[in-house]
């Protein structure tokens, strides 16, 4: 068990598994905290469920669980005690004093039955007690079966259960006997009444075989149907103040429920319930489907918040990641960021130029400078941190004194340094990658800083990039083309000479060839 998960689900029954199903396939880490305790542990085998008619409910949930695993969903023994809430998510204390983290809870704890005080009733449960026909109907169809009234709709229930055989008895126990019209309706499906109290339970050898009326007489039957009061476990919740309410089944109380919208969402931000603890009749595959329901809302809300929270980060950097610091700590990190070559745009479009003085826009680690120094360039190189001016520096003079001498090293954020204008034969900008505002202002600036003649040369990742493996830092509204370049540029004042994309083949992060895109722009300013 991990100190922390994306969504602790509380229950391990078709509700809990199939949530957590759900999210583990969503690639969320879960863990799901089972007390052991299914609500139809006295069963022999689930019913209605589609391709899984008749299996055992232990071998149903050890199924659950075996699919869970393979997509690293995780199963621990215990009862969740409490849930409250911490910091951005939830605390769930485990009745062996563990504990663990969340950031979305769901509970799938289920109901309790509340039984009739029978003699011998809860002992059979499961057995040949019984509470619902779709359940177990088939199974003792055609058979005696006794209705006990418990509730207002137990004539209700007695006409139901009718479907399954011709032999029904209503028991009336405690409850009133039959309005004029109930006994009308009975009498008319043929469902015989016994008046009077239940007071135990008639069982032979391991079978039920009747029931004992207070009067003394005995009621031969072979099933007994109980409409338990259903009780929603819901404990755990009570620290983040979600109290069950009434559960109504046309217009008559049955149990407790806990609130929730039909995505399982509860009043409490981060909660969710499934099952039976919400919707007291689900039956196993309504309960396995509001948990797959649940579990993909809440995916959806932790796509949200991940999203949120990913934009905050996102603007923080775009806010950052220019600045002086930043690029400081990035030098710093690491002996070399660069390949130490010259970029290839430069060497194809500067190698038959005419030396004279040349701006190299961030220069880094000084490849580009050192290579127009060496072929009879003088130049300013700029860049914003001193870290990479001071191994560009190194390298210049490892290239020897002829080539650092021709440079001229310059610490400067370009987007407030003033440029002189018409100053340089050359403007180099490789990579220049800014918010779109202040790509386009330092565009016009370099542009102005060219001298007559000179020619401006432009070149950045190309949007396409992005959909390559190759893993641009993705800030789409930062990449360009080269012909958004080429609008900006007055042609009064400006020949284009090539704005393009240039396809070349590079190597993406897990060692795989890849071609990636350069836009290019060449400009040449008229004399």
């Not at 499934?274 to 919707?279: E, K, R, Y």
């Not at 220049?432 to 020619?455: F, I, K, N, Q």
């Amino acid at each position: 068990m991990n100190d922390k998960y994306d969504v602790v689900v509380v229950g391990g029954g078709a509700a809990g598994l199939s949530g957590a199903l759900a999210l583990a396939r969503a690639r969320r880490s879960v863990l799901v905290v089972d007390a052991g305790e299914p609500r139809n542990a006295r069963a022999g085998h689930v019913h209605n469920y589609l391709a899984r008619e008749g299996t055992p409910p232990a071998e149903l949930l050890a199924a659950g669980r075996e699919e869970l695993a393979r997509y690293g969903g995780e199963v621990v023994s215990g009862r969740a005690e409490a849930a409250a809430r911490e910091d951005d998510g939830f605390l769930v204390t485990l009745d062996d004093g563990r504990a663990v983290r969340a950031r979305r809870l769901l509970v799938a704890t289920g109901t309790a039955d509340e039984k009739p005080d029978v003699p011998g009733l809860a002992e059979r449960w499961g057995r040949d007690v019984l509470h619902c026909p779709y359940c177990h109907g088939w199974e003792v169809r055609d058979r005696r079966i006794g209705v006990l009234a418990t509730e207002p709709l137990a004539v209700e229930h007695a006409l139901l259960w009718r479907q399954w055989s011709e032999n029904v008895v209503l028991l009336t126990h405690h409850r009133p006997a039959p309005s004029e019209e109930e006994a009308e309706r009975l009498a008319a499906r043929r469902i015989a009444v016994a008046h009077g109290p239940v007071t135990g339970i008639e069982v032979t050898g391991d079978a039920l075989t009747g029931v004992r009326l207070a009067s003394g007489d005995v009621v031969a039957l072979d099933a007994v149907v109980v409409a338990p009061r259903l009780a929603a476990r819901a404990g755990v919740l009570e620290p983040l103040g979600l109290k069950p309410v009434e559960a109504e089944a046309r217009g008559q109380v049955v149990g407790t429920r806990i609130a929730a919208e039909p995505t399982g969402a509860t009043a409490v931000p981060g909660v969710w319930v499934a099952g039976n603890v919400t919707d007291v009749f689900a039956q196993l595959i309504t309960a396995a489907a509001a948990g797959l329901a649940a579990g993909a809302a809440i995916n959806r809300d932790l796509v949200a918040e991940d999203t949120e929270q990913a934009v905050d980060a996102y603007r923080h950097q775009v806010r950052t990641m220019f600045e002086e610091a930043a690029w400081e700590e990035r030098y710093r990190s690491r002996p070399a960021i660069w390949s130490g070559r010259p970029n290839p745009q430069l060497v194809a479009e500067a190698a038959e130029l005419p030396p004279g003085r040349a701006l190299d826009v961030g220069s880094g680690e000084g490849a580009d400078a050192v290579w127009l120094a060496a072929r009879g360039w003088r130049v300013t190189a700029t860049d914003i941190s001193a870290t990479a001016l001071e191994r560009a520096a190194a390298h210049a003079a490892d290239a020897g004194a002829d080539v650092a001498d021709r440079i001229e090293w310059l610490k400067a954020d370009l987007r407030d340094h003033a440029l002189p204008e018409g100053a340089y034969d050359l403007v180099s900008a490789q990579y220049m990658h800014l918010p779109a505002e202040a790509r386009r202002a330092l565009s016009a600036r370099l542009a102005a800083a060219v001298a007559p003649g000179g020619t401006l040369l432009i070149v950045g990742h190309h949007p396409s990039d992005l959909l390559t493996t190759a893993r641009r830092a993705h800030f789409p509204q930062m990449m360009f083309t080269a012909e958004e370049i080429a609008a900006s540029l007055d042609p009064v004042e400006w020949e284009v000479v090539t704005a393009e994309t240039r396809s070349r083949t590079g190597v993406d992060p897990e060692g795989h060839d890849v071609t990636i895109r350069d836009a290019v722009l060449v400009a040449r300013r008229r004399g």
